[in-house]
């Protein structure tokens, strides 16, 4: 991959969007880290690619606010002059009965996970450069229908079909549009409020008998983000150990 591609991950300071900016740094991308307003997070991430002699910019934004999402890219276009690679990974993961979701809950998973995609895929149509390649994490628990999930899957089940068709009014310029569904992954968050039951019941569900690794993610969001990539577009890309 040419070094002198930039992308811009979204949520990126931890988990699995730290991953893939890690992973597309190592291959000689410039990655712009967003972060929402969590600094620390986000310069950790930064120091450790520098580190191993990559080039990282860490990047303020709610990904919900417009007027903020315009002003990281405008600043990454003033540092680094083009923009190349989107991953919009950033989102919220509220799991709960149905009826016990609320209607503030409700709107801050659509904010997040659909509008925030919305204004990167808008924004990317304006200032992103031909050839460029878009990769959105959607989630493989839009195939189980696991109970709780229903809010929750139904913003991934939203950016699937924005994928699907901005793949399509894209396509002209030269730039793919994918997705990529995680199975359940090892995060440094996963296992928080979840029952070891639960988690044995996932770990069940894979071939393997174990959940993902973030480093499994980002490596094939890497390769979509290559040029070898160029004749994939508008799929959806179930990484998840055979769970769905």
């Known amino acids: 991959m040419s070094p002198q591609k ?31 307003h969590t600094p620390e997070l986000a310069d950790e991430a930064v120091a450790k690619i520098a580190a191993d002699g990559g080039q990282a910019l860490a990047l303020a934004a709610d990904v919900r606010d417009r007027d903020e999402y315009t002003a990281m890219i405008d600043q990454l276009l003033g540092t680094w002059g083009q923009w190349d690679i989107l991953v919009n990974n950033a989102a919220v993961a509220i799991t709960k009965p149905f009826a016990q979701i609320t209607s503030e809950e409700f709107d801050l998973s659509y904010a997040v996970n659909v509008k925030g995609v919305f204004h990167g895929m808008q924004l990317a149509w304006r200032h992103m450069a031909d050839r460029g390649r878009i990769i959105t994490i959607s989630s493989s628990t839009t195939a189980l229908m696991l109970p709780g999930y229903a809010v929750y899957d139904s913003t991934k089940g939203a950016v699937e079909q924005l994928t699907h068709i901005l793949a399509r009014e894209f396509g002209p310029r030269g730039i ?16 928080l409020g979840k029952s070891d039951e639960f988690l044995s019941r996932l770990e069940d569900m894979s071939v393997f008998g174990r959940l993902g690794q973030p480093s499994e993610i980002a490596a094939v969001v890497a390769f979509l983000a290559t040029d070898a990539a160029g004749w994939v577009t508008a799929q959806n890309i179930r990484v998840n150990g055979g769970t769905a």
Request: glycine share 10%; no cysteine.
């Open 6 to 36: 930039t992308a811009l991950i979204t949520g990126a300071a931890t988990g699995i969007g730290r991953s893939i900016a890690e992973t597309l740094a190592a291959q000689g991308v410039r990655v712009a880290i967003n972060h929402p």
């Open 176 to 191: 793919t549009v994918n997705a990529v569904s995680p199975g359940a992954t090892e995060t440094e968050t996963y296992r």
